[in-house]
């Protein structure tokens, strides 16, 4: 009995000296977090991230004359689409810290005057947009064209997976075989994928293309792969 009242004493006593060091912990070690970019990140962009490279991205809009313009009068066309894809894309890079140019940022330019465009402001990559068209209509999906380069493949096959995981449309492909037919890959000496995002002539496809709400998810998904390929 005595021996237990000692053992109470005695824990009583350290507690005593103890606790008041509770308050005065050094906290000197403690690792805080530091921002080491001059913008914030927001809830808009947080899940995007920084691109550490800031890689020069032009960003080409597909332009058609009106007798390829692929949609009659009641519909939008490829140009206005293209455009607006374009537009939404550029700005999850640009808070992706990528540096964004447009080829169509005075007018809207041929595929080769898109590739001179690029070319004089010195981009790393330049990325097309632009859609398909078939007599069929039950044809639809979107498809990628690139140079034989295994980065640019590689690029594209991450666009793919993150377009997939939002139930866009379905995949129709990847050629870097045949880059020779498409005006915007005839030259090799800037990193160059064409994306046709889908079939205007298909019903589904035109409503997600118009669609400000899936514009918005395809934009995203592409920015999300593009900065998980290019840091």
Do not use: W
């Amino acid at each position: 009995m005595k021996r237990a009242i000692f053992f109470l004493i005695a824990a009583l006593i350290m507690a005593l000296i103890v606790q008041p060091n509770l308050h005065t912990l050094d906290t000197s070690q403690t690792r805080v977090p530091e921002n080491t970019k001059t913008e914030p990140k927001t809830n808009d962009n947080i899940d995007i991230g920084f691109s550490e490279s800031k890689a020069v991205i032009c960003l080409d809009t597909s332009f058609v004359d009106e007798s390829t313009n692929y949609t009659d009068e009641e519909k939008m066309s490829e140009t206005e689409i293209s455009t607006q894809i374009v537009d939404t894309l550029g700005k999850y890079l640009e808070e992706a810290d990528y540096n964004v140019i447009y080829s169509d940022q005075d007018e809207l330019l041929n595929d080769q005057e898109s590739i001179s465009f690029a070319k004089k402001e010195k981009a790393d990559y330049l990325i097309s947009i632009q859609m398909a068209y078939d007599i069929d209509a039950s044809m639809q999906g979107y498809s990628f064209f690139t140079h034989p380069n295994e980065e640019l493949i590689d690029l594209c096959n991450a666009i793919n997976e993150k377009l997939m995981s939002i139930n866009y449309s379905q995949f129709c492909g990847l050629d870097s075989d045949h880059y020779e037919n498409f005006l915007i890959l005839q030259d090799p000496s800037i990193p160059t994928i064409l994306i046709e995002l889908g079939y205007l002539s298909n019903d589904n496809d035109y409503q997600n293309l118009t669609s400000a709400s899936y514009q918005d998810r395809i934009s995203k998904a592409i920015a999300e792969a593009i900065l998980q390929q290019i840091q």
